[in-house]
């Protein structure tokens, strides 16, 4: 018998309770109705375990993270009602199994006690985002334990394969389950709400709403980041991820409201797991980042080749990649001409779902030829950049690789000499040097260009500079 009873969908905006609201919770009673009825849904299912999906309590940008304590407490004092408080008992059981299977799995993760919480500098707490929807059903139901889990900036398919290995876990745990997805839609619905009105708002929310109304899961999977992004939504992770847990079962989605108050759209609904008959969405989209890779492969420059099958040895293999080897695979004599005779700096950057997933780089060559040089590069960009952990092999076929190849520097005398687009900057004073390289995306004048390049290095105002620029050749 399955232990998982389906997918609740909530907002949690603190002013639908009535301490906080001081009366403007009225202005959201299609939301309120909605809570109310989805709680119940969920009385009537008697769960002994509450999985609580929430985008407000710890986020890490390569991982989720999972509270791991006895209980947890929590108040709404940030919305000025420090009175009002929870207490939650955790399922110990539960989470201890969750940790075996994210290890088995290799799902990115992180397990928080109050003292690796200390660590991180953060709390051990509910946020609100898992505040709200316990607060309305503890009205009706209240013998369940709990189960705390933030999304990480992870892409959409991997927070849905977290959700699935969060449903085998509870079917071999064998506690009568009910997942809640916390999150609201967008909060850019209007032009005075709590962010800039933006068009894409209404669009998000409507894809949305119609896609768990119609059961479409691949379309939520598949959210364009041109929709999402601008919407300013904090549900579309927390979704996916409960989502996931659903993966193969047929499912019967019920939606009991939606509408958007103070500028923030709000949904709530609830999703019935029924049986384990339906195709996997996951292995469709397993194969589809598959056939993506090939097709990204085919096209990529030898450079960009050369960088890619360092970090894939480096990380599947534990060995340097053998260069001497790898040409004699190359028909291009100029390119292996260029690689092995000629010497240079050298930027190996990685990115993730749109995201810098590491970057490391010489301002000049510090091996024997270009090749060596993007080899050490791109070694040191996949597992030793200090603002990422290390990259696993899970993600490797996510990753997008540049090679930018530094040109000589020239000494520049005005800014007039600086173009954003066309050079890169070094910034000098003592021995404090800081480089920036051309054509990044948010780097937009000349002097936003030449100020990241001296906080990198640590350069104060005032300080006397030298400034350099050079050019680069870009491979991808």
């Given at each position: 018998?399955?232990?998982?009873?389906?997918?609740?969908?909530?907002?949690?905006p603190?002013?639908?309770?009535?301490?906080?609201?001081?009366?403007r919770e009225?202005?959201?009673?299609?939301?309120?109705?909605?809570?109310?009825?989805?709680?119940?849904?969920?009385?009537?299912?008697?769960?002994?375990?509450?999985?609580?999906?929430?985008?407000?309590?710890?986020?890490?940008?390569?991982?989720?993270?999972?509270?791991?304590?006895?209980?947890?407490?929590?108040?709404?004092?940030?919305?000025?009602?420090?009175?009002?408080?929870?207490?939650?008992?955790?399922?110990?059981?539960?989470?201890?199994?969750?940790?075996?299977?994210?290890?088995k799995?290799?799902?990115?993760s992180?397990?928080?006690?109050?003292?690796?919480?200390?660590?991180?500098?953060?709390?051990?707490?509910?946020?609100?985002?898992?505040?709200?929807?316990?607060?309305?059903?503890?009205?009706?139901?209240?013998?369940?334990?709990?189960?705390?889990?933030?999304?990480?900036?992870?892409?959409q398919?991997?927070?849905?394969?977290?959700?699935k290995?969060?449903?085998?876990t509870?079917?071999k745990?064998?506690?009568?389950?009910?997942?809640?997805a916390?999150?609201?839609?967008?909060?850019?619905?209007?032009?005075?709400?709590?962010?800039?009105?933006?068009?894409?708002?209404?669009?998000?929310?409507?894809?949305?709403?119609?896609?768990?109304?119609?059961?479409?899961?691949?379309?939520?999977?598949?959210?364009?980041?041109?929709?999402?992004d601008?919407?300013?939504?904090?549900?579309?992770?927390?979704?996916?991820?409960?989502?996931?847990?659903?993966?193969?079962?047929?499912?019967?989605?019920k939606?009991?409201?939606?509408?958007?108050?103070?500028?923030?759209?709000?949904?709530?609904?609830?999703?019935?797991?029924?049986?384990?008959?339906?195709?996997?969405?996951?292995?469709?989209?397993?194969?589809?980042i598959?056939?993506?890779?090939?097709q990204?492969?085919?096209?990529?420059?030898?450079?960009?080749?050369?960088?890619?099958?360092?970090?894939?040895?480096?990380?599947?293999?534990?060995?340097?990649?053998?260069?001497?080897?790898?040409k004699?695979?190359?028909?291009?004599?100029?390119?292996?001409?260029?690689?092995?005779?000629?010497?240079?700096?050298?930027?190996?950057?990685?990115?993730?779902?749109?995201?810098?997933r590491?970057?490391?780089?010489?301002?000049?060559?510090t091996?024997k030829?270009?090749?060596?040089?993007?080899?050490?590069?791109?070694?040191?960009?996949?597992?030793?950049?200090?603002?990422?952990?290390?990259?696993?092999?899970?993600?490797?076929?996510?990753?997008?690789?540049?090679?930018d190849?530094?040109?000589?520097?020239?000494?520049?005398?005005?800014?007039?000499?600086?173009?954003?687009?066309?050079?890169?900057?070094?910034?000098?004073?003592?021995?404090?040097?800081?480089?920036?390289?051309?054509?990044?995306?948010?780097?937009?004048?000349?002097?936003e260009?030449i100020?990241?390049a001296?906080?990198?290095?640590?350069?104060q105002?005032?300080?006397?500079?030298?400034?350099?620029?050079?050019?680069?050749?870009?491979?991808?």
């Amino acid at each position: 018998m399955k232990k998982l009873q389906g997918v609740a969908i909530s907002p949690h905006p603190p002013i639908i309770i009535l301490e906080v609201g001081g009366g403007r919770e009225r202005e959201a009673q299609k939301t309120i109705d909605g809570m109310t009825k989805m709680v119940k849904t969920i009385a009537e299912k008697q769960p002994e375990l509450i999985v609580l999906i929430t985008p407000h309590g710890t986020v890490f940008q390569d991982g989720v993270s999972v509270l791991a304590e006895e209980t947890l407490k929590g108040d709404l004092s940030k919305f000025g009602v420090s009175s009002l408080k929870l207490e939650k008992s955790m399922n110990i059981d539960f989470i201890k199994a969750l940790a075996t299977e994210f290890e088995k799995n290799q799902a990115p993760s992180v397990f928080l006690n109050k003292s690796l919480a200390i660590k991180y500098d953060v709390k051990v707490e509910l946020d609100h985002g898992a505040f709200v929807p316990l607060y309305y059903l503890d009205r009706y139901w209240k013998d369940y334990k709990i189960a705390h889990i933030t999304i990480g900036i992870l892409s959409q398919v991997e927070l849905y394969e977290i959700g699935k290995i969060i449903r085998d876990t509870v079917e071999k745990t064998n506690d009568n389950t009910i997942i809640i997805a916390s999150g609201d839609l967008s909060h850019c619905l209007v032009e005075d709400g709590p962010y800039p009105y933006h068009p894409m708002g209404e669009v998000f929310d409507k894809k949305i709403v119609q896609a768990v109304e119609a059961g479409d899961i691949g379309a939520i999977i598949n959210m364009s980041d041109s929709i999402a992004d601008p919407a300013g939504e904090c549900g579309l992770k927390p979704i996916t991820m409960a989502l996931g847990a659903l993966d193969g079962y047929e499912i019967e989605p019920k939606v009991f409201s939606y509408e958007g108050p103070f500028g923030v759209g709000y949904l709530t609904a609830f999703i019935e797991a029924s049986e384990n008959t339906r195709e996997s969405i996951l292995e469709k989209e397993k194969k589809k980042i598959e056939e993506q890779y090939h097709q990204k492969r085919k096209m990529e420059s030898p450079y960009v080749a050369l960088a890619r099958n360092t970090i894939e040895d480096w990380i599947e293999k534990g060995k340097k990649f053998n260069f001497n080897q790898y040409k004699k695979e190359i028909e291009d004599s100029t390119w292996k001409h260029d690689v092995e005779e000629k010497r240079a700096g050298a930027f190996v950057s990685i990115h993730k779902n749109g995201e810098l997933r590491g970057c490391i780089g010489t301002i000049e060559a510090t091996e024997k030829n270009i090749a060596e040089e993007i080899i050490r590069n791109a070694i040191q960009a996949a597992v030793d950049d200090p603002r990422f952990s290390p990259i696993r092999e899970e993600e490797l076929k996510a990753l997008e690789i540049k090679v930018d190849i530094l040109h000589d520097k020239e000494t520049v005398d005005t800014l007039a000499e600086l173009d954003v687009e066309k050079y890169g900057v070094i910034v000098e004073a003592g021995y404090k040097r800081g480089l920036l390289l051309p054509n990044l995306e948010g780097v937009n004048t000349v002097e936003e260009q030449i100020n990241i390049a001296k906080k990198k290095a640590g350069i104060q105002d005032g300080e006397k500079i030298k400034i350099y620029r050079f050019e680069v050749t870009r491979y991808q």
